[in-house]
């Protein structure tokens, strides 16, 4: 009898020590086997993986891990950012084109902390994993945001003027291993009064600021020599941002502007002499890493031209060529909020987003619909996900468990 109430107490113990989370059975797999394993999870269950056992966490807070997983991922489909702008505060969600269930056809709605102090934002920009958002009523406040791990910080302020126009960009250096954001102000004095024909005001001083993460304050660069459109910069590559330049009255057609993040100098990027892209309206968009701009031709056509290697003015091609489309959910009749149509596809009735790892195109339309284009065989797809906002503006991004003071090496 002795015997049999060792051997229960024995029994009961053991499964007491297998309920326990610190002595899973997980912690006995071998490292690289758990990295592969978590390698493979969609970012939301990435997030919750420290709590499986001791091991996992101290995983966790390695920081080379957020390196590994990002260099990963970076292969995959990355996960798309809705930005919904309601009448009283915005909001974010999510669709996760890299999940392999059955859920990724439905879009999350993300939690967004510092709402209550920023309720209206305009999203600046992603990179490795990070969301730069500004203030869209008072242009003052910006925040620093892991949309998947909810961290976040909010930035120094810079300088304001009562005449402004700002346009903003985000993104990392390589070469410096930084993160710096830049803030492109166009301002008039305050004397100044006159307006173009169209009743826009016109903004004679120019100045450009830009501040290192971890810095206390915003440094100014002096004037810029480019009049960028107004919108937030449309392609990170090669550690340089990049917008399309204002059409001039008597050169109609747009420049492409970069800011190289290293060495902070605007350059005008070389476009072939032909074609498309002497056009005056297009924009810009990174496919498969490389800087393309996406030309709107008549009827609704698309011509996407594609920068092979960087900065090499003849390697420019014209890669894809996209139909006239017209989902069928514009064919819905739904309110459109003020600051959308203020603000949002300024006209424009598609947008090309990025390439998936299928080779279809991920193109967004007027705010509202998601589609994608299969370059091989010509046909156009719908995309309809469950919990999809009925107005928004698409970012592209890349979920990761990455933070600012995380040593960046991808």
Not at 207 to 221: A, F
Not at 355 to 382: C, H, M, T, W
Request: net charge positive.
């Amino acid at each position: 009898m002795d015997s049999d109430s060792g051997r229960s107490g024995k029994k009961r113990r053991t499964q007491l020590e297998d309920d326990d989370p610190q002595t899973t059975g997980m912690e006995r797999l071998p490292t690289d086997i758990v990295i592969d394993i978590l390698l493979r999870l969609p970012i939301t269950s990435l997030v919750q993986f420290k709590l499986v056992c001791r091991g996992w966490r101290i995983l966790s807070q390695n920081p080379q891990f957020p390196n590994i997983h990002l260099s990963f991922t970076s292969e995959n489909d990355p996960c798309l950012i809705l930005h919904c702008d309601f009448p009283i505060r915005n909001q974010l969600h999510f669709l996760d084109f890299s999940a392999e269930d059955d859920k990724k056809d439905k879009v999350k709605r993300l939690h967004t902390p510092f709402q209550a102090k920023m309720p209206e934002f305009d999203v600046v920009g992603s990179c490795n994993g990070l969301l730069c958002l500004s203030d869209s009523l008072f242009n003052e406040a910006l925040y620093l945001y892991n949309p998947f791990t909810t961290n976040y910080v909010e930035l120094p302020k810079s300088i304001q003027y009562p005449h402004q126009e700002v346009v903003f960009g985000f993104g990392f250096s390589q070469k410096t291993k930084e993160y710096k954001v830049v803030k492109v102000v166009y301002y008039r004095n305050g004397h100044s009064s006159s307006y173009q024909r169209s009743r826009r005001m016109i903004y004679t001083q120019s100045e450009v600021q830009i501040l290192t993460l971890g810095s206390s304050s915003w440094r100014s660069l002096g004037k810029v020599p480019y009049q960028l459109v107004r919108r937030q910069s449309e392609a990170l590559v090669n550690g340089r941002l990049h917008w399309a330049s204002r059409p001039r009255r008597f050169n109609p057609a747009r420049r492409i502007i970069s800011f190289d993040l290293a060495d902070e100098r605007f350059l005008e990027v070389q476009k072939p002499d032909c074609g498309g892209l002497n056009r005056c309206n297009y924009h810009l968009a990174v496919l498969r890493g490389c800087l393309s701009a996406a030309v709107y031709c008549n009827y609704g056509r698309l011509e996407i031209w594609v920068m092979k290697e960087y900065n090499v003015k003849e390697s420019w091609v014209k890669e894809f060529n996209v139909g006239s489309y017209v989902p069928k959910g514009l064919k819905q009749n739904v309110e459109q909020p003020f600051k959308n149509w203020k603000n949002g596809s300024n006209g424009r009735v598609v947008r090309v987003l990025c390439q998936l790892k299928n080779g279809e195109i991920l193109l967004e339309y007027k705010n509202r619909v998601l589609a994608s284009y299969d370059p091989k065989q010509g046909k156009f797809r719908d995309l309809v996900f469950q919990g999809t906002p009925n107005w928004f503006q698409t970012v592209v991004h890349m979920g990761s468990l990455n933070w600012i003071d995380t040593p960046c090496s991808t």
